[in-house]
């Protein structure tokens, strides 16, 4: 008797393991670049990874049938971006977050590079990646040049008009 319901027990656990309520797609995509120049050769890797979830929602009508259709329910995307420049490793997703003069900004892929948004108007750029595995910087002040340091960090470079010198700005990475 204690076998019986130990197995029974064993039988209706594993079943519930395998039953799945939700349907999950993920694919990741690695873009890898080379640029060769008199100053030797430089990879860069940039790898998205887009992951599509959907509950799985049956029919009504089909509530005490073997075969139930399934019923149309939102698909949840995330999309995860990361790009390596030699030994930099930065995540660029949705959910990116960059401070810079304390202020919050936040930093959306996009095509071409990536768009810097914020509260603070004169934080706010459009970048383009460049074939030398820089930035092209479109700011307010002026275009300029950008970069990911060793922290992770990304950097702007561009001439202020105004001051009548190179200003550097630096928005700092949060950790999430």
């Given at each position: 008797?204690?076998?019986?319901?130990?197995?029974?027990?064993?039988?209706?656990?594993?079943?519930?393991?395998?039953?799945?309520?939700?349907?999950?797609?993920e694919?990741?995509?690695?873009?890898?670049?080379?640029?060769?120049d008199?100053?030797?050769e430089?990879?860069?890797?940039?790898?998205v990874?887009?992951?599509?979830?959907?509950n799985?929602?049956?029919?009504?009508a089909?509530?005490?049938?073997i075969?139930?259709?399934?019923?149309?329910?939102?698909?949840?995307?995330?999309?995860?971006?990361?790009?390596?420049?030699?030994?930099?490793?930065?995540?660029?997703?949705?959910?990116?977050?960059?401070?810079c003069?304390?202020?919050?900004?936040?930093?959306?892929?996009?095509?071409?590079?990536?768009?810097?948004?914020?509260?603070?108007?004169?934080?706010?750029?459009?970048?383009?990646?460049?074939?030398?595995?820089?930035?092209?910087?479109?700011t307010?002040?002026?275009?300029?040049?950008?970069?990911?340091?060793?922290?992770?960090?990304?950097?702007?470079?561009?001439?202020?008009?105004?001051?009548?010198?190179?200003?550097?700005?630096?928005?700092t990475?949060?950790?999430?």
């Amino acid at each position: 008797m204690k076998s019986l319901i130990l197995s029974t027990v064993l039988i209706l656990a594993t079943s519930f393991a395998f039953a799945q309520n939700k349907d999950v797609l993920e694919e990741t995509v690695t873009k890898t670049t080379t640029v060769k120049d008199n100053k030797g050769e430089e990879q860069s890797q940039q790898s998205v990874v887009v992951r599509k979830e959907q509950n799985i929602n049956l029919s009504e009508a089909d509530r005490n049938k073997i075969n139930q259709e399934r019923v149309a329910s939102p698909v949840k995307i995330t999309k995860h971006e990361t790009i390596i420049d030699g030994n930099v490793q930065t995540v660029l997703d949705n959910n990116a977050s960059f401070t810079c003069e304390g202020v919050e900004c936040d930093f959306s892929p996009s095509n071409q590079g990536f768009i810097i948004g914020g509260n603070d108007n004169t934080l706010k750029a459009i970048s383009y990646k460049s074939s030398s595995n820089d930035f092209i910087v479109e700011t307010e002040k002026g275009n300029g040049i950008g970069y990911f340091d060793s922290n992770a960090n990304f950097v702007i470079e561009y001439y202020d008009k105004d001051q009548n010198k190179i200003v550097k700005r630096v928005y700092t990475a949060q950790q999430q």
